[in-house]
């Protein structure tokens, strides 16, 4: 069973950044297999897609309210995949999530808040 563990979230204001942190942890699980995801979910808003980097890291896909802004990215000694947020929006503000894909099985972390004010 593979667990996700967010970290890196807080408070920022508007104009700056923050880095997320996702560690991948179980046997055999490697984030240079699964395919790797951030979502994030703001209060009564749907769940969105923000990053998602493939196994082999050379497809990377940003939906438009976060491309340039935000970049997806690992490192397979330390199992972790990391999400820069720059030139952060009041609309950035939701709980962040990481997603891992391996073949059929799909699983979520606990998610970290990011609040983006003056």
């Known amino acids: 069973q593979v667990q996700l563990m967010e970290s890196g979230g807080g408070w920022v204001q508007p104009g700056g950044s923050l880095r997320l942190s996702c560690a991948v942890s179980?046997?055999?699980?490697?984030?240079?297999?699964?395919?790797m995801s951030w979502y994030r979910q703001a209060p009564g808003q749907k769940r969105e897609l923000v990053a998602t980097?493939?196994?082999?890291?050379?497809?990377?896909n940003y939906p438009n309210y976060v491309k340039g802004r935000f970049t997806i990215s690992r490192d397979d000694a330390k199992n972790t995949v990391y999400l820069q947020m720059d030139a952060l929006k009041h609309d950035d503000t939701a709980q962040y999530l990481c997603?891992?894909?391996?073949?059929?099985?799909?699983?979520w972390g606990q998610g970290t808040q990011v609040t983006v004010s003056s």
């Open positions: 997603h891992a894909i391996q073949a059929v099985f799909t699983y």
């Open positions: 179980g046997p055999g699980f490697r984030v240079n297999n699964l395919t």
């Open positions: 980097l493939t196994p082999g890291g050379y497809d990377v």
